[in-house]
């Protein structure tokens, strides 16, 4: 019998506290070699959507996210992102735990926003907004508001930045200019519209662009992050699908103009170095940072979870 976490017991396993620290701890293993993560795997299924496999091994064990993206699935009343985590004991292979794939995914999506903002931003930052808050973008307001901010909402849609603000104990901002005009700035949209045209980011503002990660999806225009200092997640990844892709595409990046956020925290390349300087992470999502909560969701397992016959 294996334990399977749905979404509520992954969640009272793991805050967002203790989930900010895990993916830290996973970036920095990852960037010392100690963690490894072959290339995601994109199974199409067009128009519908797509399924992706995401392996990574670390910390003991072995982790294998299989999770979707159906991007019509709302209208049907259907989640777009669904799927297992599947852990397993890298000694001898077997299985450990399964997991709901969204809820690992929102978790470790706030993490890595805020770890960003938190590493890259201004030490004096004070307002720290979010811009798109449905499923994920809930997930970086929660884990802002657990560092002590009150996070400015932002969505098109007024009523969900209304009610996440009263969820996660943020405001709804007034416009759209009062959210993007923050210190810090976590974009977490679909990138169906630029946020970030050429020339709108002011010297000292940091932002984490977590949303865009289809081909032809965007939330920064190409040539304004250019013109940044631009950190990644991942140089593999970022490269292939992404904000940072765009830029390669147009050559106007290359391998040497960005920084992997693990390289900052293990101290091996530097982050920012000007109070006037902007910075950019961009995120595409790694199965290490599903394998620290996972790892974390294990430690601190409840006795009542639900139990599969493996
Ligand atoms: N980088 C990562 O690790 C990572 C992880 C999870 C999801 N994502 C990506 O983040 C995006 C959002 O995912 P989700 O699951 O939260 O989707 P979602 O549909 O639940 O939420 C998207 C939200 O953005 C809002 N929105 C749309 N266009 C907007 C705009 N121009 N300005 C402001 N708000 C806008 C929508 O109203 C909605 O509330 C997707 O593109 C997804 O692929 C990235």
Same mark, same amino acid.
């Given at each position: 019998?294996?334990?399977?976490?749905?979404?509520?017991?992954?969640?009272?396993?793991?805050?967002?506290?203790?989930?900010?620290?895990?993916?830290?701890?996973?970036? *920095?293993?990852?960037?010392?070699?100690?963690?490894?993560?072959?290339?995601?795997?994109?199974?199409?299924?067009?128009? /519908?959507?797509?399924?992706?496999?995401?392996?990574?091994?670390?910390?003991?064990?072995?982790?294998?996210?299989?999770?979707?993206?159906?991007?019509?699935?709302?209208?049907?009343?259907?989640?777009?992102?669904?799927?297992?985590?599947?852990? !397993?004991?890298?000694?001898?292979?077997?299985?450990?735990?399964?997991?709901?794939?969204? @809820?690992?995914?929102?978790?470790?999506?706030?993490?890595?926003? *805020?770890?960003? /903002?938190?590493?890259?931003?201004?030490?004096?930052?004070? !307002?720290? !907004?979010?811009?798109?808050?449905?499923?994920?973008?809930? /997930?970086?307001?929660?884990?802002?508001?657990?560092?002590?901010?009150?996070?400015?909402?932002? #969505?098109?849609?007024?009523?969900?930045?209304? /009610?996440?603000?009263?969820?996660?104990?943020?405001?709804?901002?007034?416009?759209?200019?009062?959210?993007?005009?923050?210190?810090?700035?976590?974009? *977490?949209?679909?990138?169906?519209?630029?946020?970030?045209?050429?020339?709108?980011?002011?010297?000292?503002?940091? *932002?984490?662009?977590?949303?865009?990660?289809? @081909?032809?999806?965007?939330?920064?225009?190409?040539?304004?992050?250019?013109?940044?200092?631009?950190?990644?997640?991942?140089?593999?990844?970022? !490269?292939?699908?992404?904000?940072?892709?765009?830029?390669?595409?147009?050559?106007?990046?290359?391998?040497? #103009?960005?920084?992997?956020?693990?390289?900052?925290?293990?101290?091996?390349?530097?982050?920012?170095?000007? #109070?006037?300087?902007?910075?950019?992470?961009?995120?595409?999502?790694?199965?290490?940072?599903?394998?620290?909560? @996972?790892?974390?969701?294990?430690?601190?397992?409840? #006795?009542?979870?639900?139990?599969?016959?493996?």
């Amino acid at each position: 019998m294996i334990p399977f976490f749905t979404g509520d017991a992954l969640r009272r396993a793991v805050s967002p506290e203790r989930a900010l620290e895990a993916v830290r701890e996973g970036f *920095v293993a990852f960037a010392r070699g100690e963690w490894t993560m072959p290339p995601k795997v994109y199974v199409p299924a067009y128009p /519908a959507g797509d399924f992706r496999a995401m392996p990574a091994l670390g910390g003991g064990h072995a982790l294998l996210k299989w999770v979707t993206s159906f991007p019509g699935n709302p209208a049907q009343g259907l989640p777009t992102v669904t799927g297992l985590v599947l852990v !397993s004991d890298a000694s001898n292979g077997m299985l450990r735990a399964a997991l709901d794939a969204a @809820a690992v995914t929102t978790l470790r999506t706030g993490a890595a926003a *805020v770890l960003a /903002a938190e590493t890259l931003g201004r030490p004096d930052a004070e !307002s720290a !907004s979010v811009i798109g808050v449905g499923v994920n973008g809930i /997930a970086v307001a929660r884990t802002l508001a657990a560092r002590g901010r009150r996070p400015l909402l932002w #969505d098109v849609d007024p009523g969900r930045a209304e /009610a996440a603000a009263a969820e996660v104990g943020g405001e709804a901002a007034a416009t759209r200019e009062e959210a993007l005009a923050a210190d810090v700035v976590l974009t *977490v949209t679909p990138g169906r519209e630029v946020l970030f045209p050429e020339g709108s980011l002011r010297p000292g503002q940091h *932002v984490s662009l977590m949303g865009a990660d289809g @081909a032809g999806n965007a939330e920064i225009a190409a040539r304004e992050l250019a013109r940044v200092r631009v950190f990644c997640d991942d140089w593999e990844q970022a !490269s292939h699908g992404g904000e940072v892709a765009q830029c390669v595409e147009l050559g106007l990046l290359g391998r040497d #103009d960005v920084t992997e956020l693990g390289d900052v925290l293990t101290g091996e390349a530097p982050g920012r170095e000007a #109070d006037d300087e902007i910075t950019a992470f961009d995120s595409t999502g790694l199965a290490i940072q599903d394998l620290a909560i @996972a790892l974390a969701a294990l430690e601190s397992a409840p #006795d009542d979870l639900p139990q599969i016959p493996v």
